[in-house]
């Protein structure tokens, strides 16, 4: 089975399915009132489903069109996905209608269906009800509802094979960053193909491996690294839903036991939920020593998180240098950087006043210490550190945004020129064209990636860089309340740039909150240096993340200057308070504002 051979990736698949008929390609673990239910699929049962969907979405004229996929099965989304393959259609991921939230301005499937313009959706017989409503509330009764679990839909022997070239689009990554507009990334054969050579070279897997997900199909990490690399592979992946994680991660520890998963993984705040949710007597019971790859990307990588997943887990066989950080952006169809597996991942230690002017130093033995983990180095693709204003390559030393460039980066976002030329087209150095600017801030050290933060999230406070997730991290360490709570860290423009904290707190009220509001300001001071005069404390669920657990910043940032953002507890500034809540100065409702560790005060 040699992949150079294949063209498209429809090519891989239809090969696949040929030499492995007989061969699971994917098992869907599907909660029942019994326990879990296992749900088999073979790579032949594939085949004949994906010719069925794609007779009927001939049917439909879909060839080149953008197709809604919307499922809660993933054994039935990737019917539906090859079904796209085989009939030349787009595939469009999407979460259900009404999971990312009632209010349109918040549903992500809502602004995919207005952004591509899709005129079908596709979907299952469990969801197809809601699918119905919700388009018919968003008045697209041009827009059908097919229903593909039914075997009365469509005819496998009617499909009409259709010749792919290696430019035509095969999916749609809609991203799921801190915009509250999501955009589409158009992902070609091309860039899919090269992006999967590159996931093998720098994982390391063959068809021995298993895969083991609980991360959502519309995520990039879930559907390229964990759906479609087992297909390149000629191997298959175990799934528990991402619902059932959530409740109980040990649901994805013991699919990695049971079925021998060897790679699998997800952000950051996974391995936490692990560590915290795990108890001692079921992880006696965990068999961990076959995972060899335990993926940790699409949000910064604490050091902390690593050591006491490393700890909490070791004795269920899980060895340390199975933490494999890693960095990659659905722009870049997945995959950047990556280190060598089976070895401990690379981590230093930087002194943190450098790194907030954009400097690298290495830290002094009594200064502050910011510790980063490596994210490996590059692969198939060229990776440069840019000055984000001037467009030059900045020198060794310097942090700067991450920008790269090659076969893996997507032609640009679908119906977008103006953000695709400044996204994709980048120019380096006046010379050199067609970069990827990633938006996210880093720097080369020894050939090391490391990334310190979003270029857009950065908060500048007295000529500093504050990277908000630090903030966050941070303040949660101040009470037992916040533990279990997100924070949003994000900056307003009041007579100068000034940090404001949202952060979730639990089974804490009255004179605990002030408490709470004070320990959190006074950490911000003593660690950070900078003043924290806006902290608002908020229920659990207040702050808004995406469908892989990042927190929407942006979003969040502006839900607080419309006023729409106000906390059980919070302690503003004067100018903050002008700016946020004008209703309530013009009303005198101000003076009822609680003080802070400084009085409220500007430092």
């Avoid at 259709?162 to 507009?181: H, I, K």
């Avoid at 942006?554 to 946020?580: H, I, K, Q, S």
Wanted: net charge negative; proline share 6%; with cysteine.
């Amino acid at each position: 089975m040699s992949e150079p051979r294949f063209a498209t990736f429809t090519e891989l698949l239809r090969a696949r399915a040929a030499e492995l008929a007989d061969e699971d390609v994917h098992v869907f673990l599907r909660e029942t009132a019994d326990g879990v239910e296992a749900e088999h699929l073979t790579y032949g049962a594939l085949d004949r489903e994906a010719r069925r969907v794609a007779a009927c979405l001939q049917e439909y004229g879909a060839a080149g069109r953008p197709v809604l996929l919307a499922y809660s099965s993933t054994v039935e989304f990737l019917k539906a996905f090859a079904g796209c393959l085989y009939a030349g259609a787009v595939a469009v991921p999407v979460p259900m209608p009404g999971e990312a939230g009632r209010d349109k301005r918040l549903n992500r499937t809502t602004a995919v269906l207005a952004d591509t313009g899709a005129s079908l959706v596709l979907t299952e017989t469990a969801g197809a009800p809601e699918v119905a409503l919700w388009l018919a509330r968003n008045s697209r009764p041009d827009a059908a509802c097919l229903v593909t679990d039914v075997p009365e839909v469509g005819d496998a022997e009617a499909w009409q094979p259709v010749t792919a070239r290696p430019d035509d689009l095969v999916f749609l990554q809609y991203t799921s960053g801190s915009v509250s507009e999501p955009r589409g990334v158009t992902v070609s054969h091309r860039n899919l193909l090269a992006n999967q050579a590159a996931l093998q070279k720098v994982l390391r897997t063959t068809r021995e491996d298993r895969f083991g997900s609980w991360l959502p199909y519309f995520h990039d990490m879930g559907l390229v690294a964990h759906l479609l690399h087992p297909v390149w592979l000629g191997s298959h992946c175990v799934q528990v839903t991402p619902l059932s994680f959530v409740k109980r991660p040990l649901r994805w520890l013991q699919a990695v036991d049971r079925y021998g998963v060897t790679v699998g993984g997800g952000p950051n705040f996974s391995y936490d939920l692990c560590v915290r949710r795990v108890k001692d007597e079921q992880i006696a019971e965990l068999d961990l020593s076959r995972w060899r790859l335990a993926l940790n990307g699409a949000e910064p990588v604490r050091p902390g998180s690593l050591d006491e997943f490393a700890r909490r887990f070791a004795p269920a066989g899980f060895r340390p240098e199975a933490l494999y950080p890693c960095y990659g952006l659905a722009e870049a169809t997945l995959v950047v950087s990556g280190g060598v597996p089976g070895t401990p991942h690379v981590r230093k230690d930087f002194d943190r006043t450098a790194l907030e002017r954009d400097q690298v130093l290495r830290a002094a033995a009594d200064g502050r210490t910011q510790t980063l983990v490596g994210c490996g180095t590059p692969v198939d693709v060229e990776v440069r550190v840019v000055d984000p204003l001037t467009h030059h390559e900045l020198p060794a030393g310097a942090v700067g945004e991450i920008w790269v460039r090659g076969h893996s980066v997507a032609r640009g976002y679908w119906r977008r020129p103006t953000e695709t030329a400044h996204t994709f087209r980048a120019s380096l150095n006046d010379e050199e064209s067609n970069f990827l600017r990633t938006g996210d801030l880093g720097m080369l050290e020894d050939g090391e990636l490391f990334v310190t933060g979003r270029l857009k999230e950065v908060v500048i406070v007295n000529g500093r860089n504050v990277y908000p997730q630090d903030v966050e991290w941070a303040a949660r360490t101040v009470s037992p309340a916040l533990t279990f709570g997100a924070g949003a860290a994000f900056s307003v423009d009041a007579g100068g740039e000034q940090l404001v904290l949202v952060q979730e707190v639990r089974g804490a009220g009255g004179a605990e909150l002030r408490t709470v509001a004070q320990r959190i300001q006074a950490l911000i001071g003593k660690e950070f240096e900078i003043p924290a005069g806006n902290v608002l404390l908020v229920r659990p669920g207040t702050v808004r993340r995406t469908s892989s657990g990042k927190v929407q910043r942006t979003l969040m940032r502006g839900l607080f200057l419309d006023g729409v953002l106000r906390g059980d507890y919070e302690v503003l500034t004067p100018d903050v308070r002008a700016l946020a809540r004008p209703q309530d100065v013009l009303f005198g409702e101000d003076l009822l504002r609680p003080e802070g560790a400084d009085g409220g005060r500007r430092w």
